[in-house]
């Protein structure tokens, strides 16, 4: 069973620094990929970065390239989003998930089959 458990979200200012981690267990597929996904209010969930269970390749949405980096620590299974120059519209709920059979398309949402609870991230002006 993969479980998903996320930390670090918080209130920020503009300009300021987050890391988020996501904690994985169960995954057993090396074609596993762990993506950050957003979802502010009104607004569809949107991906944000996702890596490969190796580490080897990630993938940025275009907003955020050279802001945030997406990394793995493989001694914890532990995924972390590290989050500079935050801005307002950075607010969401940010989410982990788990794609066990990646097809490669890693920013699709309906690939994700298991999912964190989210943790909010607000970013005041």
């Known amino acids: 069973q993969v479980q998903l458990t996320e930390s670090g979200g918080g209130l920020v200012q503009a300009g300021a620094s987050l890391r988020l981690s996501c904690a994985v267990s169960?995954?057993?597929?090396?074609?596993?990929?762990i993506g950050w996904f957003r979802q502010a209010p009104g607004k569809e969930r949107e991906f944000v970065a996702a890596?490969?269970?190796?580490?080897?390749?990630?993938m940025y949405l275009d907003s955020v390239k050279g802001r945030f980096t997406i990394s793995k620590e493989s001694a914890k299974n532990t995924v972390h989003l590290q989050m500079n120059s935050l801005k307002p519209e950075d607010t969401a709920v940010y989410l982990c998930?788990?794609?066990?059979?990646?097809?490669?398309?890693?920013?699709?949402?309906?690939?994700?089959?298991?999912w964190g609870q989210g943790t909010q991230v607000t970013v005041s002006s």
């Open positions: 169960g995954v057993t597929f090396s074609s596993t990929v």
């Open positions: 998930a788990v794609d066990r059979f990646s097809s490669g398309q890693m920013y699709r949402v309906n690939d994700y089959d298991y």
């Open positions: 890596i490969t269970w190796s580490g080897s390749s990630t």
